[in-house]
Structures are given as structure tokens and as C-alpha cells.
């Protein structure tokens, strides 16, 4: 089965038009995040117009309120949740709104807040929104005070917990915008650009846009749109006439024909923008950019993926949502960095694991080029956790899955779209004829007559239900295939059996790969989630040809008292893998169209397979400081055309303690190790070998590794063994950053010995002081164990470093951070803040 794409939008629909509005002084849409007034607890008459929340602490969105809270096995998120607390809290904001504007449109959207949020403006209830992943939005023109002060004010519950598997956060952990109409404009999410047709020569782009007239009268309008290519240069535009009558919206179909089309790919992605305007009378009201991208895509069942008629392997990762010391509080250079280190992996595909995305995350893999599954759900009808999503699914499945395709269908990054992962509605069910009416028309929202549940016979709800899923998506977007990430591989699966999934997604389950073929004829093939091999930056565990699969079972507790887990890849949970053996299976079948590995970064919550004090995973490739481990650098080995030799562990050992060294190297015939320049052999790779290695004797000295090519040297490495800890060594990631109040640098802090050396096993207490233009916005050292605060002046090194992040104030100047240690030498560092 193949599916073509389509074309696609970056960002939101509604985006900022800057000098391209009809009044350069009222854009179009915003930032509403400055200003805004909060209190930890629950007052109901917050909401009123004349509260007095004198005393309320006054901060700028986005705001997560649990990642500065404490680590507690006592709070009820457990550590699953990350062991920070929930809660109620309030948010409130004042506003004017110009005498001028009355007779526009006011609207007011939320890209995320994490839960039950309910938004009120002067006293007034907009309404409430029980799903804290999706974005929502209100019209505050029926209540707003022209001219005068306004006041808007959040209530947002994560009380009940646990509600997820994975850390959350709290609060309008997403940005917020204030949005300023003309009675008669594009509608919310209005644009719909596809491309049909594609091909290096030409291409053919349709748009389809939504015009709404909110005024007392018709209007005659015409929509004006412009093709713009990357160098500003408008290179198509198409213009037609409609007549609106009042109180309606109408949509228009437009089309271009793009001749020799930058095509997007993952290695060049190109992007156009579409300039859509409403005029009227001559006159722009209203107006916005779309930047789009081209391309075709096919998922096939015997080559697996293909894009621009060349095959590609996805190789991806899961990421959940959190930006480790930051918490849930979305910040785009804090994802621009994560994908940037991801992308630098050889990493090409993001799986927004397990629920709708930040806007942000989707522009940049737009720009940068990744192949995105846009997940929707990790549940159902069927709850996880005691206080989840499920609660609400019923009443608001329908809402918020069209919410999400209508918000994002225009990402050319996007590729899939997932309707679940690992729900439980895939094992045993009910028959759809044994429901009554009423029952089924709550469940599916079918709209059943008698009839249709007696033509559904033994078909089973969950069946049933994950085609009604599916075929909303398809409605809304039909040039993507739709998906779901299934823990159950056998094809009575009700999620299988519903005939409603595009690829047949697997996670995990490596023994059932080679039988898909068999299995689900004709059926593309993705493994949705892989591996989940568990490892600590900087721990080994020897020998390393030992397999250590924890915990025995997934619901079976566990204690080992390092609480740390092997960086050899000799560590995994029972469901899953290690890298290698997956990496084996993606790379040697053409059918597997590629995997999403568990996962890109550590995140917060689920520190399988420990419990307390553990509190973040174990599972990233890169530790939750955006530390790499080892196994990035296979990876890189694999995935990348960079000539790449890491060798490892560290060479910190006791005398004559048999060490096993690993080397990942490509490029290259063979390897040669040595130690204090004696040589420890040549090692080569077979075909399905990812990897060598040396089972030496330590010694003081240096261990050292030469690559070489038909007996010319590629690469070389060596690692020294470390002295007594006697400096720290600071390095910015950017030593020149914004002076917009959101932009970071990410300070590395290193533990070196006198000769500039890393200590790996250091764990100095480093304090930071901060002058100038900036602040500390979070501390961290990758360790899953450690209860220290993100929220400090401090940190502990972890087997020799720690984070360091710094925010700008929104001034320019200098940052002049330092940091000192008892008995090591301090260090000093200055960081320039620019304005925009």
C-alpha cells in the first residue's frame, strides 16, 4: 500500500505576520506570556474580576511549577511521575485593549497547559480543557472591556495523581498568544496545503482556505495567495473573488504548479512560505505566512520507506516532553539544542512520545529535517494510572484528535500520524451486537441504528474504535497514513483486526519482525518503539559480554545497590533489546521501513528498573543533562558519513583490574589498541558487528586506539588516566546569545585533574555564581539518583561534570558567570547577550 504526501506548513496557522498586516502596529497574533501573576493553591474566587492577589508572585510563561519543587517518595505523581509534586494553581493577567479596536475579534490561545485548566476572563468562564497536551483556544470579544482594564485568569488542576506514566510538569507550561481580527478573516487552523503530483520537474500545490465572516454584512472579498521561495522572491500567485455572507465561513480552493521545485528532505529541508491576505475593498485585512515544504512519501511493504522516490531508513528516536532541568516549561532553544545533538547522532525521525506536541518542536524539525509520528493518545477508554486520561476520552476524543490534525496537518516533517501507543484496548473486548444504542453511540459517537451494530456483528468495540479513530484522521488528512505503537505483535490484536492501521507498528517484540510479511500481507512496516536498553553516563559493568536484563518482570520490583546501569550495552528490560541487536534487524531487512528508538534523551519519571530514590530513566541515549553516552557514538559510527572512533571506558582502575575496552569506529579496515604505547592487538568487524573490543590488564599510563584504511590511519584516540581533582573547566555551547528573555546557554562544567584531564568519577560540589544580563535557569549532572533541586545555585559533578543554564533578562550586556569548589581552582566565563 502506498501513500503519498502531500506538502506542508510550518508552525501554526496562526502565525505572526509582522510587517505584512494591514497595521504594522497590530499584528495579527501576539505573545501573551509576559506579566502574569501566580499562586500555588486553590482560591475559587481568583477567578473574580476584583480579586485582590496582592503578594502573588509575578513570572512569565511558560511556567512549570513542579520542576521547582522537591523530590519526594511521598509525592502522589510517584516516581513514575518523577517524584516532584502537583497541585492547583492560579494564574491571572491584566490587559488593556485599545477604545479603537472594538468591532474586532479577540481571541486567546493557549498552545498547552497541564491539566483541567479552566480560563475565565473578567469573572467570566470561557471554559475548561481536561487534556493538558493539546492546544485550545477562546473568543474573549463577547466580554472584553474596550478600553479599559481586562482580566484574564487560569485555574489549572494536577491534583489527582498519578494521570501519567512519565513526568507531566504543572501549570501554562506552553506559550499563550493574544490573537487581534478583523470580523472577516481566515479561520482558526483555516489553510490546508497539500502538494499532488510531485516530481523533481514539477509540482502541483492546493489550497484550501477557510474565510470567516463575522460581521453584520456580506462581504465581498478576494483571497490573495503568493508562493515565496526561500530568498523572498514570490514566485507564483493565484487570486479569486468570493462573496461571504454574514455569519458563515466559506472555503476556497486555490492551486500552483511549481516548476523545478526544491524538493524537502531530511538532508536539505527546503522551505516556502504561502502568503494568504483577505482583502477587502482594496484593503488587507487580514493576512499570514505559511512556510511550507515539498515533497512525495511512501511507505511500501517490501522496501519500506521511501521519500522523493529514494529509499530512506527512519532512524529515529522516542522523545517525551520535558527538557530535564527546565521541566515541562517550553523553551525553543532548549529543543533547538536537543535536536541539534540528536541530529549530529545521525538521528532523522522524532516520535512525539505519547501525546500531542509543542508548536515549537514541529517548526524546528521542519527546518532542521527530521521524520515525525504525530501521536495523539497513551490511552483510551482503559486507564493506566489511577487518575489518566481515560477518564475524559468519551467526551473528548473527538475534539481533541481534530484538534491536533487540524493543527498540525500543514508540518512537512510530519509523516504518520499515530492514534495510540501501547493502548490496552488491543487485548480482550466485547462484540459491537452485544452493546445497546445508547452504549454504542457513547463509546463510538456513531450515531448507530439498529441496523448498523446487527451488520458489525462479532466485530469488537476496540475494533471498532480504532477505525473511528483512523477514519477521522483520514478525513481531516488523508494523504498520511495513520498508525498506533502496539506491545501486542499478534495479528488477533483488535487494533490489527480493525483492517483501520496504514502501517503495522510494532514496539518491541524483535522475535516477531521476520513473520510480519507473513502475517499482515500488503501491510507496510515501522517498529514504532525499540530497544529500551538501560545504561548511567560513565558506569560499566564488567564483563561486558554479560547480559544483565532488568527488572525480571515489568511489574516486579527491583534493587540493585548501585542503582546504576552498564554503559556496554549489556543492559536491558525484558521487553526489549539491546542497540545492536535492533540496529541489526532494521539495517539487514528492506521491509522494516525503519525504528524509533527508547528513547532519543533520558526524561523525568519511569526510572525503570529502580525505584526510589531513582526519579528519572535510564533508557536515553543521551543523559537528561544532554550529556552523550557511549552508544550515541554507535550511532554516529552508523548513521552519519562522519569518520568517527570512540573508545571506552575511562582508564581509571586499580592495577592489574582486567578491563574491557570497547571501540565503535567506522571508515576504517581495523583498529589497533595500546597501552602505554605497547599494543594490545588488531581488532576487525564482521559483516553484523557493531562494535570490537580488548580484554586488557590496567596499568597506570594512557590507553590509546588508531584506525586504519588499507594501513592508512583514519582516526586516533587516547585517554589518559585522571589525578586528584584540581580545576573546573567551564565551556558555553554559545557564547553569544539573545537578548529576547528567553534565549540559553547550555555551560558544561568539567572536573579536570592538574594536567587538564577529566576526573571520571568526580563528584565535587560546584557552586555558581551569576552577574549581569542573565540568570540561572537550571542545574543538572545527568544522575538519576540525585535529589538535589533544579532550581539552585549548585550541583553536585557527576562521574566529572555537571549543567549549568543560563536566561537572558531581555537586556543586553555581558553574563559573567563563574564557578568555584572547595580545594579546585575556579573558573570564569563571560557570555554576550545581543539584542534581536
Request: aromatic share 12%.
Amino acid at each position: 500500500m502506498k501513500f503519498y504526501l502531500i506538502l506542508l506548513q510550518l508552525g501554526l496557522l496562526l502565525g505572526f505576520l509582522g510587517s505584512s498586516s494591514v497595521k504594522a502596529d497590530t499584528p495579527r497574533r501576539a505573545d501573551f506570556n509576559s506579566g502574569w501573576l501566580f499562586c500555588l493553591g486553590d482560591d475559587p474566587s481568583a477567578a473574580r474580576y476584583d480579586y485582590d492577589d496582592t503578594g502573588w508572585r509575578r513570572l512569565n510563561l511558560p511556567h512549570d511549577w513542579a520542576i521547582e519543587g522537591e523530590f519526594s517518595k511521598d509525592n502522589p505523581s510517584g516516581t513514575g511521575g518523577g517524584a516532584l509534586p502537583g497541585g492547583i494553581a492560579w494564574y491571572r493577567k491584566s490587559f488593556v485593549v485599545k477604545e479603537s479596536d472594538k468591532g474586532k475579534r479577540l481571541n486567546i490561545d493557549f498552545d498547552g497547559a497541564y491539566m483541567n485548566s479552566s480560563v475565565y476572563i473578567n469573572g467570566h468562564l470561557l471554559g475548561t480543557r481536561p487534556y493538558g497536551y493539546i492546544s485550545f483556544g477562546y473568543d474573549l470579544t463577547p466580554y472584553v472591556k474596550w478600553g479599559k482594564k481586562n482580566m484574564i485568569a487560569v485555574r489549572v488542576d494536577n491534583a489527582e495523581q498519578p494521570n501519567s506514566r512519565w513526568y507531566s510538569g504543572c501549570g501554562i507550561y506552553r506559550n499563550v498568544w493574544l490573537t487581534k481580527l478583523n470580523p472577516v478573516h481566515i479561520a482558526r487552523w483555516g489553510t490546508y496545503v497539500t502538494a499532488s503530483e510531485v516530481t523533481k520537474n514539477s509540482a502541483s500545490l492546493n489550497i484550501r482556505t477557510k474565510i470567516q465572516n463575522e460581521s453584520e454584512v456580506n462581504a465581498p472579498v478576494k483571497l490573495t495567495s503568493e508562493l515565496i521561495n526561500a530568498d523572498g522572491v514570490v514566485i507564483a500567485n493565484h487570486s479569486t473573488s468570493q462573496h461571504i455572507i454574514k455569519g458563515k465561513e466559506v472555503e476556497v480552493s486555490q492551486q500552483f504548479v511549481v516548476k523545478n521545485p526544491q524538493l524537502w528532505s531530511v538532508d536539505h529541508p527546503y522551505l516556502y512560505t504561502i502568503r494568504t491576505k483577505v482583502i477587502k475593498g482594496g484593503v488587507v485585512i487580514d493576512n499570514y505566512d505559511t512556510p511550507t515544504g515539498i515533497r512525495s512519501f511512501r511507505f511500501d511493504a517490501r522496501k519500506g520507506f521511501i521519500l522523493n522516490e529514494e529509499s530512506l531508513k527512519i532512524n529515529g528516536v522516542c522523545m517525551h516532553h520535558d527538557l530535564g532541568c527546565l521541566g515541562a516549561a517550553v523553551n525553543t532553544r532548549a529543543i533547538e539544542r536537543q535536536l541539534q545533538l540528536l541530529k549530529e547522532m545521525g538521528c532523522n525521525g522524532i516520535r512525539c512520545s505519547h501525546n500531542p506536541p509543542a508548536p515549537e518542536l514541529l517548526d524546528l524539525c521542519d527546518r532542521m529535517g527530521f521524520i515525525v509520528m504525530d501521536e495523539a493518545f497513551d490511552m483510551w477508554r482503559k486507564k493506566k494510572t489511577s487518575h489518566d486520561y481515560s477518564r475524559y476520552f468519551d467526551h473528548w476524543y473527538e475534539r481533541d484528535l481534530t484538534d491536533l490534525v487540524l493543527r498540525d496537518r500543514n508540518h512537512p516533517s510530519i509523516f504518520m500520524w499515530s492514534i495510540g501507543n501501547e493502548v490496552l484496548e488491543q487485548w480482550t473486548d466485547v462484540r459491537a451486537d452485544t452493546l445497546s444504542l445508547e452504549e454504542a453511540n457513547l463509546i463510538l459517537n456513531f450515531g448507530h441504528s439498529a441496523d448498523k451494530l446487527a451488520k458489525e456483528g462479532e466485530m469488537s468495540v476496540n475494533s471498532l474504535l480504532c477505525g473511528k479513530l483512523a477514519d477521522m484522521v483520514k478525513s481531516l488528512d488523508p494523504g498520511r497514513p495513520v498508525t498506533a505503537g502496539c506491545n501486542e505483535p499478534n495479528p488477533d490484536n483488535h487494533l490489527f483486526r480493525s483492517g483501520a492501521l496504514d502501517i503495522i507498528g510494532f514496539n518491541y517484540h524483535d522475535a516477531w519482525f521476520a513473520g510480519v510479511p507473513d502475517k499482515f500481507p500488503g501491510k507496510p512496516f515501522l517498529i514504532t518503539e525499540s530497544v529500551s536498553a538501560l545504561m548511567t553516563r560513565g558506569y560499566y559493568r564488567m564483563p561486558s559480554d554479560s547480559m544483565y536484563i532488568w527488572p525480571e518482570r515489568w511489574d516486579k520490583p527491583f534493587y540493585e545497590s548501585s542503582f546504576s546501569c552498564s554503559s556496554y550495552d549489556n543492559c536491558h528490560v525484558p521487553w526489549g533489546s539491546t542497540h545492536e541487536q535492533s540496529l541489526r534487524q532494521v539495517k539487514n531487512n528492506d521491509f522494516i521501513s525503519g525504528q524509533y528508538i527508547w528513547t532519543g534523551f533520558d526524561y523525568l519519571g519511569e526510572p525503570t528498573p529502580y525505584g526510589w530514590p531513582a526519579r528519572s530513566s535510564y533508557f536515553g541515549i543521551v543523559d537528561l543533562a544532554g550529556f552523550p553516552k557511549d552508544i550515541y557514538y554507535l550511532y554516529q559510527s552508523e548513521w552519519t558519513n562522519k569518520d568517527v572512533l570512540h573508545l571506552f571506558p575511562h582508564w581509571n582502575w586499580t592495577p592489574g583490574q582486567e578491563i574491557d575496552m570497547w571501540a565503535y569506529y567506522n571508515h576504517a579496515d581495523e583498529v589497533e589498541l595500546f597501552i602505554n604505547g605497547k599494543s594490545q592487538g588488531v581488532r576487525r568487524k564482521g559483516k553484523d558487528d557493531f562494535h570490537v573490543i580488548w580484554r586488557v590488564k590496567f596499568e597506570p599510563g594512557v590507553v590509546s586506539v588508531v584506525s586504519r584504511k588499507a594501513g592508512k590511519t583514519v582516526l586516533e584516540r587516547e585517554i589518559h588516566m585522571a589525578g586528584t581533582p584540581a580545576r573546573i573547566r567551564l565551556t558555553a555551547d554559545r557564547q553569544s546569545i539573545l537578548a529576547d528573555g528567553k534565549d540559553l546557554s547550555f555551560v558544561t562544567v568539567e572536573v579536570l585533574d592538574k594536567d587538564g584531564y577529566l576526573c571520571p568519577e568526580a563528584e565535587n560540589l560546584i557552586s555558581f555564581d551569576v552577574e549581569g544580563a542573565g540568570f540561572i535557569a537550571g542545574v543538572d549532572n545527568g544522575n538519576p539518583i540525585s535529589l538535589e533541586k533544579f532550581k539552585a545555585n549548585h550541583r553536585k559533578a557527576f562521574h566529572g561534570k555537571c549543567l549549568i543554564v543560563i536566561q537572558n533578562t531581555g537586556k543586553s550586556g555581558n553574563i559573567n558567570l563563574s564557578a568555584r569548589s572547595e580545594s579546585l581552582k575556579a573558573d570564569e566565563i563571560k557570555i554576550k547577550v545581543n539584542r534581536p
